[in-house]
């Protein structure tokens, strides 16, 4: 994937600008020939009247006077490999969606593997234009009306951030990886990264928002290497 102009290296499964991280790597036993990547990533604490913003939910956090309220950040997070010594697993991505409705789009990060398809779902109460215009990928996946269901294929790694060409508010972001050693964040922060080739390897954070950060790490076959960010 090609890098964007005045980005930090090395990115070649993404396109974004960086934020720092801070890792710790752990080892414990594993057995086999193929090695593992796990961990967690830290996001930084907000007020909680952003974080519900974020997520859509105003209102929430209204209170007793006092400092305002800290909460987790609710931003998206990919972890993924970037180069590896040997060969990366290219299992197909399966049951990727995003779907649209109450006038967005969710989620709004989403990865597949490259050859993958995603479903497409409009359960809101007006039909999207979804068109990508922004990078060096263009696509257009023309009028989504509703109730309609549809799969679209990428053929094409790249990362490409669509929007409603009607809607402004109806926005996410596709990556294509051309491999499957990625993950995205759960909602604990936890991700985890099987069946890597052993040897070095350079491993990424993402989110759109925040930015991304490389580590150089070493899989070995005699353990589990335990890699944790905080943004």
Known sequence: ???RPGSRSPKPWL?????PLIFFVVLQATPGQAGEIAGKVVLPQVPVAAAEAALGMPGLGAGAEGPPAKARSAQPVIVYVAQATGDL??????NARV???RGRAMPTLIAVSLGSA???VNDDQRGHHLVCRRGALRRDLGPFKRGERREVAFEEPGTMRFECAQHGDVAFEVVVF????FALVDDKGAYRLPDLPLGHAT???YSPRLGEVSREV???ASGLEAVDFTF
Request: overall charge positive.
């Open 1 to 3: 994937m090609a890098r």
């Open 118 to 120: 995603i479903g497409f």
């Open 203 to 205: 491993v990424v954070a």
């Open 218 to 220: 070493e899989i070995t």
């Open 99 to 101: 779907r649209l409705a």
């Open 89 to 94: 697993p290219r299992t197909p991505t399966s």
């Open 15 to 19: 396109l974004s600008s960086a934020a």
């Open 178 to 181: 051309a491999h499957a050693a």
